[in-house]
């Protein structure tokens, strides 16, 4: 099977113990690559699909590695209305709330739960054997660390320069390692074996590394909201296609990966539907309406 090409046969087969449309079922959708395209920018199908369901009462959570700055552009130019999110691939669950105010959160955003832990020991193995790595510690609330500038137009949001003994703290919801000069094997290659344990970590299409804490994954924070929505694993959708969404593509009662997904995104998942570039999402959420 080629990255552009999927089985829709298989794809209809994935999907056939879903509800239709409607508040029985949950869709846990990623943003980079899954709902919005690699340079950002959004086709009007996929538009058009998200909020047909939402037109019908669908529970469309957005399940991102993105922090919360960056999230909240993304519903701001998807135009969705109030709900729920889930940032920093499962540390933060946030409202999107117009006119909410909070202290240290973007402007129309209330956190409803996080999960912190303190990155110093990662900090110091990161910069042992990654040492031309960029670092950057995201807390709930206030804004991001950075050991120098990353490259333009990856980070949105307030972010200031930290020295290094200064990085870390208990406040941390996701450690990012970012290195430029690197592929995004070749950064997996230099992290296999350091020894990583008591954390989570997954790394991007780029050389981009987040680190979160034990335990927490997009799976985790929805299952939080299954629960809270009172819906059988059964009738949740999941759709993504990086490394980070492997753990919620397994959980769901569907998960589907992007045509370009990799082989070990493939593996997550119940089946695939077409690359980003060919609407894949708008492919899978037009056949439940």
């Known amino acids: 099977m080629t990255a552009s090409a999927y089985d829709a046969a298989r794809l209809d087969e994935a999907m056939s113990s879903l509800p239709g449309a ?26 058009d699909a998200i909020h047909a369901h939402l037109a019908v009462g669908s529970r469309v959570v957005i399940a991102t590695g993105r922090g919360i700055d960056a999230m909240m552009l993304v519903a701001d130019q998807l135009r969705l209305p109030d709900g729920v999110a889930i940032c920093a691939n499962g540390a933060i669950t ?3 709330e117009a006119g909410v105010a909070e202290p240290g959160i973007y402007p ?12 110093a020991a990662e900090i110091d193995i990161i910069r042992t054997h990654v040492p031309e790595a960029l670092l950057a510690v995201e807390p709930a609330r206030g804004p991001r660390r950075l050991s120098a ?11 200031v320069i930290t020295p290094a003994a200064k990085l870390a703290g208990d406040d941390a ?12 094997q070749e ?46 694993t059964s009738n949740v959708l999941a759709v993504g296609d990086g490394e980070n969404d492997i753990e919620m593509l397994g959980w769901a009662g569907t998960g589907i990966s992007m ?28 056949r439940l309406l």
Do not use: C, M
């Open 22 to 47: 409607g508040p029985e079922l949950l869709v846990a959708l990623d943003l980079d690559g899954t709902t919005i395209r690699h340079d950002t920018s959004l086709s009007p199908r996929v538009a």
């Open 149 to 159: 500038p990353f490259p333009d137009g990856e980070l949105v949001g307030h972010s």
């Open 259 to 286: 045509g370009d997904a990799s082989p070990k995104v493939h593996g997550s998942a119940d089946a695939q539907t077409a690359p980003v570039d060919e609407d894949g999402l708008a492919i899978v959420l037009e």
């Open 108 to 119: 129309g955003a209330r956190l409803l739960d996080y999960t912190t832990f303190n990155p």
């Open 173 to 184: 919801t996701r450690l990012t390692v970012r290195a430029p000069s690197l592929s995004a």
């Open 94 to 96: 946030l409202s999107r």
């Open 187 to 232: 950064l997996q290659d230099r992290i296999d074996g350091l020894g990583l344990d008591g954390v989570e970590y997954a790394v991007g299409w780029t050389a981009w590394l987040d680190i979160s804490p034990y335990g927490v994954s997009k799976a985790s924070a929805l299952e939080k909201l299954r629960q809270e929505f009172s819906l059988p």
